[in-house]
């Protein structure tokens, strides 16, 4: 009985050392990734990144429209970033920029974008940067710039016309950041006159802040006029 253990523990041995010496074929290597990417996603997915335009202005010396759009995440994990721009069918990317926290774009203006974000990490076994979560929906950016003429106390502001975009909704508040009141309806290309805010007369010598959305959560330019007296000499 001590002969058939012995040998059957050889035999196991030269087994042990036959597997450590077969090479891992490129499926076997497919697989292991495949699960390594499987398991870095399911992290991924458990932890939570958020992203938002973080400033969007026209540039008037440039003819464009800087956009910085910054990532977080709550994570003790390190992830980078691909984020895409996209045209205004959410079909043809026209740039991307990989960031770790801010990724930054120049835009035109009177033009609908959309941009899209997901999660990369270093796979030591590739050697590169790896996607680790799926793309996410597609972000509306509005540049839109309208002119604004003063008559008086009364605003003319002629919407522009924007590709894929049918209909603009107008909004307006005293404040820059907050407040935010449907106005109107305008179709691009059209001009819209105001007089009145939240049915009070405009004041002298305040700001008033106004932007044209074309979709619900967009990310838009924001513009103001000031109010003013004008002064005419005798």
Not at 123 to 135: F, G, L, M
Not at 164 to 172: A, D, I, R, S
């Given at each position: 009985m001590k002969k058939f253990t012995k040998i059957f523990a050889f035999a196991m041995a030269l087994m042990m050392v036959f597997a450590l010496q077969v090479p891992v074929s490129a499926a076997e290597k497919g697989a292991v990734q495949a699960v390594n990417q499987e398991q870095a996603q399911a992290t991924v997915q458990a932890d939570t990144y958020t992203h938002r335009v973080y400033s969007l202005y026209y540039n008037q010396s440039m003819k464009k429209c800087p956009v910085t759009i910054q990532v977080t995440s709550n994570s003790s994990n390190y992830y980078t970033y691909e984020v895409q721009l996209l045209d205004h069918t959410k079909k043809k990317v026209i740039a991307q920029d990989d960031c770790a926290l801010y990724a930054f774009f120049d835009l035109k203006k009177n033009?609908?974008?959309?941009?899209?974000?997901?999660?990369?990490?270093?796979?030591?076994?590739?050697?590169?940067?790896?996607?680790?979560?799926?793309?996410?929906?597609?972000?509306?950016?509005?540049?839109?710039?309208?002119?604004?003429?003063?008559?008086?106390?009364?605003?003319?502001?002629?919407?522009?016309?924007?590709?894929?975009?049918?209909?603009?909704?107008?909004?307006?508040?005293?404040?820059?950041?907050?407040?935010?009141?449907?106005?109107?309806k305008v179709k691009p290309g059209k001009t819209v006159v105001i007089s009145k805010f939240k049915n009070k007369a405009f004041k002298n010598g305040k700001y008033y802040y106004y932007n044209v959305v074309s979709k619900k959560n967009e990310t838009r330019l924001k513009h103001n006029f000031h109010i003013y007296t004008r002064y005419v000499r005798r």
């Open positions: 033009q609908l974008y959309y941009y899209r974000v997901r999660a990369t990490a270093y796979d030591y076994t590739q050697k590169k940067y790896v996607p680790v979560s799926d793309w996410s929906y597609g972000y509306g950016i509005n540049t839109a710039i309208c002119k604004v003429k003063l008559s008086g106390k009364k605003i003319k502001i002629k919407v522009p016309k924007v590709k894929g975009v049918k209909k603009f909704t107008l909004y307006m508040s005293t404040k820059s950041d907050k407040g935010y009141k449907k106005v109107k």
